[in-house]
């Protein structure tokens, strides 16, 4: 009963959190360099998604080892260091933790 608590309260301050931002700060009154920011929220919250994928195939598959993570990570900074696009970067990252999760962790 606690957790659902929890999560309800969660929730409602999450639900609270974006209808102030919306209502009471929209994102044309906020300064020029923190709305060119809000264009990398996605990329970002995606590129955590992913981290988290890797931690989890880290600790849980034994299969994939250290090296191979690390040589996908190296590839994902590569490449999002040239582009400078972290759009292409997630996607390059999403594809890696696909194909070392379905791929590399059956072998």
């Known amino acids: 009963m606690t ?3 929890s999560m309800l309260a ?3 301050v999450s639900w609270v959190f974006r209808i102030a931002f ?15 920011g809000l264009e990398y929220l996605a990329p970002a919250v995606l590129a955590a ?6 931690v989890a195939m880290v600790r849980g598959a ?7 993570l690390l040589a996908a990570s190296a590839v994902i900074g590569l490449v999002a260091h040239r582009t400078r696009n972290l759009s292409i970067a997630c996607a390059l990252g999403l594809g890696l933790v696909l ?3 379905l791929v590399v962790g059956r072998l």
Request: hydrophobic share 60%; no cysteine; net charge negative.
């Open 22 to 36: 919306v209502t009471l700060l929209p994102a044309e009154r906020l300064p020029a360099r923190l709305q060119a």
């Open 99 to 101: 194909v070392l999760d």
């Open 62 to 68: 034994q299969s994939v080892d250290a090296p191979t």
């Open 3 to 5: 957790a659902l608590m």
């Open 49 to 54: 998604l992913v981290a988290v994928e890797v």
């Open 10 to 12: 969660l929730g409602v």
